[in-house]
T-cell receptor, first 114, second 114 residues
């Protein structure tokens, strides 16, 4: 079974501080995604990547940066954390751009910005 | 624009009863549709996926879904609910280009009563 590991599992950050969320996959997948989940909302795409050293903006990229230093690793960076970025963040990977391709998700990171 | 609507934020059923969770989609062309489940404190897991073809799709743990182009729907069903089905269920459609991301509905929280 494909594996996507996120760290940390939860984090408390201060407003204006820098936060880095990490994701590691052992699936040999090309595509990786960062989603944000808010209560009462579905998952919304923040950034994605289809190759190492390249990232793309998703639907809600403002306030977030992403980094893909290798095929296995994909980080989400909040340079200046804000209260509105309190949410659960999910990393996912997939084999390619095929329309029927499934996504494999990590367990999520619960971020609280105070 | 592509979108998914899950009109029921919460559904409560008794154990052993049948279940239907509703999903409506908006998509130009033939969609690829998915149902994911999120158990407490876990990431999302694939229940089933629809490829163009047979409108009824079988998934894991006795779940099935039926695609209807005329109704723009992809409802999830189960004949007899078990307490372990207590979870949040997300319907999703694959974006047609660009990121090939999954576009998620807001989710339905399923509560199973003894």
């Amino acid at each position: 079974e494909a594996a996507v590991t996120q760290s940390p599992r939860s984090k408390v950050a201060v407003t204006g501080g820098k936060v880095t969320l990490s994701c590691h996959q052992t699936n040999n997948h090309d595509y990786m995604y960062w989603y944000r989940q808010d209560t009462g909302h579905g998952l919304r795409l923040i950034h994605y990547s289809y190759v190492a050293d390249s990232t793309e903006k998703g639907d809600i990229p403002d306030g977030y940066k992403a980094s893909r230093p290798s095929q296995e690793n994909f980080s989400l960076i909040l340079e200046l954390a804000s209260l509105s970025q309190t949410a659960v963040y999910f990393c996912a990977s997939s084999d390619g751009a095929g329309e029927g391709e499934r996504l494999f998700f990590g367990h999520g990171t619960k971020l609280s910005v105070l | 624009a592509q979108s998914v609507t899950q009109p029921d934020a919460r559904v409560t059923v008794s154990e052993g009863a049948s279940l239907q969770l509703r999903c409506k989609y908006s998509y130009f062309g033939t969609p690829y549709l998915f149902w994911y489940v999120q158990y407490p404190r876990q990431g999302l897991q694939l229940l089933l996926k629809y490829y163009p073809g047979d409108p009824v799709v079988q998934g894991v743990n006795g779940f099935e879904a039926e695609f209807s182009k005329s109704n723009s729907s992809f409802h999830l069903r189960k004949a007899s609910v078990h307490w372990s089905d207590w979870a949040v269920y997300f319907c999703a459609v694959r974006a047609s280009s660009g990121s090939w991301q999954l576009i998620f509905g807001s989710g339905t929280q399923l509560t199973v009563m003894p």
